[in-house]
């Protein structure tokens, strides 16, 4: 990357940069290959936040269904994450995960499971079999004490699990119907897909491990017994490690690094599988080289950017995120590393432009609290708007969910140092209430600023990319306007 006019002496947040148009004989969004540069090269350079109100099982699996990574927290017992994890390695990579009830669950019980998924359907099983399928729209009317099998439809397309996306398209527009469940040999529930998600299985490739299934990683502190941690994550079949905590660049989490690399060393070598380590977060190179010499393999990017974090207007300390992904990529570069941009990003053009400072992926955490797949519960507000909470993960909330197991004078102590917000409102988009709604419009607008700098990888695009210097009047002249001035 260069900058289009001699760089400035100051820190750049996204919102401060624009990226110029170059010569290109790229000619079509799909002829670009969005496979990440972080090492993991997973087909989509994005990972869901180790935050609590953001990745669980729902939100890993369709992650890693469209190509991209979830990071489960630290906060969740090891025993928990492992049984997430075998039912996200479990998961059919092509057909969603569907929401299933039994023919005696109540119509109030069905509609709330069905709001956990996007494709908008509950399969009624009876024996392991399908017998029908609820959507809110059967269901309107029902008293909610009725049953699944009271509203249910019996009309349903079942195909084989075998069938590809395309031939399930086919069906689906030959029948006119919305959803297809596919099925094994035996009859039994395999998953479901919709017509948009048969279009999306053509675009989007999955992230799978070495035996075709789907990925994930999970989240580890760095205070307590770091090795059975380490340990414990390694065995429940986590595909990358995040060694994870606010300041990065501290003698705690370089001695807890090195406790995770000896362990994943000899985890290698009793298995032959190797696993990345990510640590952060860090700001400057100074932490990129002390991180990566104690055994980072990815350095995570981003103190203060992010929608839930008070550590800025509470510490002053930080940094703009632009400039703190493009000093640390090149030094993790220099170094045979990658970073990841953590925070900060609210559009497209934010992801893009990380990605052109260097990052290797992505980090997206609030703004995928507000989906279907993310880890809360639909709530209504006044109005009538449908929202999930979220809360930062060094606030006074997690903070108690992090110290559950210490006593209530050190819980009590640790929860007057609160550095988040604990309790925020991420609206439903109407328009993109599911994440795979949010990832079509981000990779799209990722490959077109990939067609714009004449960049077929994103490799090519970090090399291409020219950026410029721009004031808080270009920036809002760059925004849409959604009615008459």
């Given at each position: 990357m ?8 100051y820190?750049?947040?996204y919102?401060d ?9 790229v ?10 540069t972080d090492?993991?090269?997973t ?8 935050m609590?109100?953001?990745?669980g099982?729902r939100?890993?699996?369709t992650?890693a269904?469209?190509g991209g990574l979830?990071i489960?927290?630290q906060?969740?017992?090891s025993?928990?994450v492992a049984r ?6 479990a998961?059919?990579?092509l057909?969603?995960?569907?929401v299933?009830v ?5 119509v ?9 998924r996007?494709?908008g ?5 009876h024996?392991?079999?399908v ?11 029902a008293?909610?004490?009725a049953q ?10 079942l ?6 996306a395309e031939d399930v ?13 596919a099925i094994?040999?035996d009859?039994a529930l ?6 948009k998600?048969a279009?999306?299985?053509?675009i989007?490739?999955p ?10 990683g999970?989240a ?8 059975s941690?380490v340990?414990a ?9 995040v ?17 995770a690399?000896?362990?994943?060393d000899?985890?290698?070598?009793e ?5 990345l380590i990510v640590a952060g977060?860090v700001v400057?190179?100074?932490g990129?080289?002390?991180?990566v ?8 990017v981003?103190?203060?950017?992010g929608?839930m974090c ?5 510490t ?6 632009f400039s703190a ?6 030094a993790a ?6 970073v990841w ?5 609210k ?5 893009a432009l990380a990605?052109?400072a260097g990052?290797?992926s ?6 995928f ?11 209504v507000?006044?109005?009538g ?9 060094a606030?006074a909330r997690?903070v108690r ?8 004078f050190?819980?009590a102590r640790?929860a007057?140092?609160e550095?988040?917000?604990s309790?925020?409102?991420?609206y439903?988009?109407p328009e ?7 990832l ?20 090519e695009?970090?090399?291409r ?6 004031s808080s009047?270009g ?7 959604h009615?008459s001035w």
């Open positions: 260069r900058f289009l006019n001699p760089a400035p002496r820190d750049l947040t919102s940069v624009f990226m110029a148009p170059s010569r290109s004989d000619t079509s969004r799909l002829d670009v290959d969005l496979t990440s090492g993991l090269a087909p989509l350079p994005l990972v869901a936040a180790n609590t109100a953001v990745s099982r939100m890993a699996e992650m269904r469209r979830a489960f927290p906060d969740i017992p025993d928990v997430s994890i075998a039912k996200v390695k998961a059919h990579p057909f969603d995960t569907a299933s039994a023919p005696d669950t109540t109030g019980e069905t509609l709330s499971l069905i709001a956990k996007a494709h359907v509950a399969v009624v099983l024996d392991r079999k017998v029908g399928l609820v959507s809110p729209g059967d269901a309107d009317g008293d909610r004490f699944a099998k009271d509203v249910m439809t019996t009309d349903v397309t195909v084989d699990a075998d069938t590809g398209f086919a069906t689906l527009s030959e029948r006119h119907q919305k959803v297809a469940v094994d040999g009859g395999v998953g479901i897909m919709t017509s998600g279009l999306r299985s053509r989007y490739s992230a799978l491990d070495q035996r075709g299934r789907l990925r994930t999970v580890v502190g760095i205070n307590g017994d770091v090795a941690k340990r994550a390694l065995e429940s079949e986590a595909d990358v490690l060694m994870d905590t606010a300041h990065g660049h501290q003698d705690k989490m370089i001695q807890s690094l090195e406790v690399r000896e362990t994943r000899q985890f290698l070598a298995t032959g599988r190797h696993v977060n400057t190179a100074e990129v080289h002390d991180l010499a104690a055994g980072a393999d990815i350095l995570k981003g103190v203060g950017p929608a008070t550590t800025r207007m509470q002053g300390v930080g940094r703009p995120q992904v493009l000093e640390c990529a090149e570069r220099e170094a045979g590393k990658a941009a953590d925070g900060g990003v559009y497209p053009r934010d992801v990605l052109a990052a290797g992505v980090m997206i955490g609030s703004w609290a507000g989906t279907h797949e993310s880890t809360g519960d639909h709530l507000d006044h109005e708007r449908v929202y999930k909470e979220s809360f930062g993960m606030s997690a969910q992090r110290t559950r197991e210490q006593s209530a050190e819980r640790a007057l140092f550095e988040g917000i309790s925020s409102r991420m439903l988009d993109r209430p599911g994440v795979e709604d949010l079509d419009w981000i990779t799209s607008g990722v490959r077109s600023s990939c067609t714009y700098a004449g960049a077929r990888t994103l490799e695009f970090h090399d990319a020219v950026v410029g210097i721009q009047s920036y809002e002249e760059g925004r849409p306007v009615r």
